[in-house]
């Protein structure tokens, strides 16, 4: 293969592998938005189902997850620049999980409440997290575009949550309403665990052979490249 082709290769390749890890990344933003839309259609038949339930514990089971994400933003920063983007990400693709069975399974409402809490925990991390990894990952020519598929992810879970409610309303299925949260979890999760950490992240940290492997220096394993003048401006 000429130099040419090989150059034009590689610049395919590296838009490929930025393209999946933004995708990837941003089902993080896809549940920020859907957890936060869901409760909307649940609350009603959750009300039903534990009556009764005053406003004022209406009030907690929705307040809650806000409670969670102001834990989970202010834990994010410290956390991903201690452990890394990438541990980050796949704590919160965790919590995402847990907190949808844990309010999907739930016996009563205290339940509810922590389940609840949970999903705000992720939603924190994921608003700081998310972005983050993309921007880092990204070349500085599609950057603006990339992190702002996060913000087009929460809108769009924010809509498939209504979507949801509106198709398990005739069953009254407020707990396959949150169920439903845990196959974007798994997608994060298991996409997460399949991508790199951050080059940035790795620069900083004095890992500099294998920040170089994943910008695709000279020399260094094809399997995550892109352009590392264009990431470095």
């Known amino acids: 293969m000429s130099d040419g082709g090989s150059v034009a290769a590689g610049g395919s390749e590296r838009r490929r592998f930025v393209n999946i890890a933004a995708a990837i990344t941003a089902t993080g933003?896809?549940?920020?938005?859907?957890?936060?839309?869901?409760?909307?259609?649940a609350l009603l038949f959750i009300r039903q189902d534990f009556a009764p339930l005053s406003p004022f514990l209406e009030g907690i089971i929705v307040s809650f997850l806000l409670v969670g994400a102001v834990v989970g933003a202010l834990s994010g920063g410290p956390l991903s620049d201690r452990v890394g983007r990438r541990p980050?990400?796949?704590?919160?693709?965790?919590?995402?999980?847990?907190?949808?069975?844990a309010v999907a399974f739930a016996p009563g409402v205290g339940f509810i409440i922590f389940g609840r809490f949970l999903l705000g925990l992720g939603v924190g991390l994921a608003s700081m997290i998310v972005p983050?990894?993309?921007?880092?990952i990204a070349p500085a020519d599609r950057r603006g575009a990339l992190v702002s598929l996060n913000q087009l992810m929460i809108t769009i879970g924010i809509l498939l949550?209504?979507?949801?409610?509106?198709?398990?309303?005739?069953?009254?299925?407020?707990?396959?309403?949150?169920?439903?949260?845990?196959?974007?979890?798994?997608?994060?999760?298991?996409?997460?665990?399949?991508?790199?950490?951050s080059p940035r992240w790795l620069f900083e940290h004095g890992q500099l052979d294998k920040a170089r492997a994943v910008l695709g220096a000279p020399g260094a394993p094809r399997k995550w490249i892109w352009n590392s003048r264009r990431w470095r401006r």
């Open 29 to 41: 933003g896809l549940l920020f938005g859907y957890d936060t839309g869901v409760i909307s259609g």
């Open 88 to 101: 980050t990400t796949l704590m919160a693709a965790v919590i995402f999980g847990v907190g949808a069975l």
């Open 132 to 136: 983050l990894y993309i921007a880092e």
């Open 161 to 197: 949550s209504y979507i949801v409610g509106v198709i398990f309303t005739p069953i009254e299925g407020w707990r396959y309403m949150f169920a439903v949260a845990l196959l974007p979890a798994l997608i994060l999760g298991v996409g997460m665990f399949m991508l790199p950490e």
